[in-house]
């Protein structure tokens, strides 16, 4: 008998069935080794009269105060009652989508339908338009001390970025007591997406586009370090620091302003495109969890739900989740006394633990929205799938027992055995682990399959350790 160590290795749904990798990895976090729990989103704010398309926060001094937009209202949450306080400007909006930016103490929100909107934290009541001069635009960023509007006049200057007066979001207006002016890109088709800092990045349809600062008379100077790869959706546009993760038509890539590196070559493309519906790709969304150290994608797949993608980008690795959000966003949330969270129920029935930082107040978490509610990712533990790729031990062999290593939790296992490659995949009964942490199995074949499901407070699953043994033909 023979023990064998099987990891739960990296998810490389692109990668053939017999190279060490998992096949499925869902409601996983991907880490360093193993795989940590992906918590369930639970509902934050009340309804909204309307369906919502994105959530979004603010953060000046010691206030903090969170957002959301529908198609024709923007909303103001009320950390007191948990409703959506309309705060639109007269007349309301008609967007499809909203993009979010914080400029000192204002935040500014454009729709591609009206000029850039501007609440002030501390003085604001309703959003308003920034400035006569503003632009209608799709795209927001900043970058250095300015704020740049890209794919203008509602796709009349699809290919037309336009930025204030340094340090004065008002002023849009060209001239010699100005630095407010425009750039028309000739490359690369439309801009599908901005990502700013100390220098932006301009996202077109087949090229990416730096934006330095150079001071008068030009103000910027604009360089393309890509051409024929772009970005497909402003959407999928995520930054942490200076790295901008994006979406291109062949894959996902990461961008620090200099190189542009391919992050789901021959790992995650082709599945994601095998399972993304190509047709609502306008509603794809991304977001950085700075807590699990993660850029997540929010897409429609072809099941006709929705599926998030996640990237751990400090170790590489990939994994996924089922969702029920429409959006996703890293949000900051108001502080709450105990009497405070009398509005979400009995301490009994909170689906966020006390110790979350959800409750302190003033920290980015990882959040979204869903129908009409701001959600939260911060409930109990969500189902996680853990699949590992074949193993082989001689011709024919027979699996009769299974050790998990899971750090504070337990887990049941399966197994699919089979002869041939092309022999169809059956997994039998899950076996749950004995209180000596041990799954009896008996399962005879050429190629053997673990399904690996942890359950109680678990916080990492790392492998199998398999008893098998070669077995003689007949």
Not at 64 to 83: D, E, I, R, V
Not at 103 to 110: M, P, Q, T, W
Not at 325 to 350: K, M, P
Request: proline share 3%.
């Amino acid at each position: 008998m023979t023990i064998s160590r099987v990891l739960l290795g990296e998810w490389l749904p692109d990668q053939p069935a017999t190279i060490e990798s998992l096949k499925d990895a869902t409601n996983v976090v991907p880490l360093s080794v193993g795989y940590g729990s992906f918590p369930a989103s639970v509902d934050y704010s009340n309804s909204a009269p309307e369906s919502l398309l994105v959530a979004f926060s603010g953060k000046y001094s010691t206030s903090t105060q969170m957002f959301a937009g529908g198609a024709s209202k923007l909303f103001k949450f009320n950390p007191s009652t948990l409703n959506l306080d309309d705060v639109s400007k007269s007349g309301g909006y008609s967007a499809s989508d909203w993009s979010i930016v914080q400029f000192g103490n204002v935040i500014l929100a454009s729709d591609s339908a009206n000029k850039i909107q501007a609440w002030t934290m501390g003085t604001s009541t309703v959003f308003a338009d920034v400035a006569a001069a503003a632009p209608v635009s799709k795209y927001l960023t900043i970058v250095r001390d300015f704020v740049v509007a890209g794919y203008l006049d509602g796709g009349t200057n699809a290919n037309k970025v336009q930025w204030c007066d340094i340090n004065d979001e008002t002023n849009w207006t060209a001239g010699a007591a100005s630095q407010s002016d425009y750039q028309i890109l000739s490359q690369g088709t439309n801009i599908t997406g901005m990502s700013g800092g100390e220098f932006g990045l301009i996202f077109m349809e087949k090229a990416i586009i730096r934006m330095n600062y150079v001071g008068s008379p030009f103000f910027f100077q604009f360089s393309a370090i890509s051409t024929n790869l772009g970005c497909m959706d402003g959407g999928s546009v995520a930054q942490f620091g200076q790295v901008t993760y994006f979406l291109s038509d062949n894959g996902f890539y990461s961008c620090d302003g200099t190189n542009v590196t391919a992050i789901g070559n021959e790992k995650v493309d082709r599945y994601f495109f095998a399972n993304m519906d190509l047709n609502k790709l306008a509603t794809i969304s991304s977001a950085i969890d700075p807590v699990k150290k993660i850029v997540a994608w929010n897409y429609p797949n072809i099941s006709g739900g929705r599926s998030l993608l996640l990237y751990n980008y400090q170790v590489g690795k990939w994994s996924r989740a089922e969702t029920s959000t429409n959006y996703i966003n890293s949000i900051a949330t108001s502080g709450f006394t105990l009497e405070d969270l009398d509005a979400f129920g009995t301490l009994d029935t909170l689906t966020t633990s006390l110790d979350d930082r959800l409750w302190s107040g003033g920290k980015f978490l990882f959040a979204g929205v869903t129908g009409s509610k701001i959600t939260t990712f911060t409930g109990a533990n969500t189902t996680a799938n853990l699949t590992t790729s074949d193993i082989e031990l001689g011709y024919n062999s027979v699996v009769t027992l299974a050790r998990p290593q899971i750090d504070n939790g337990s887990c049941s296992v399966a197994i699919a055995s089979r002869k041939e490659l092309d022999d169809t995949i059956t997994f039998g009964s899950q076996v749950n682990t004995t209180s000596e942490g041990r799954v009896s199995l008996r399962s005879a074949g050429r190629y053997h399959r673990f399904n690996v499901i942890p359950s109680g407070n678990w916080t990492n699953a790392i492998a199998l350790d398999v008893e098998i043994a070669p077995q003689g033909n007949r």
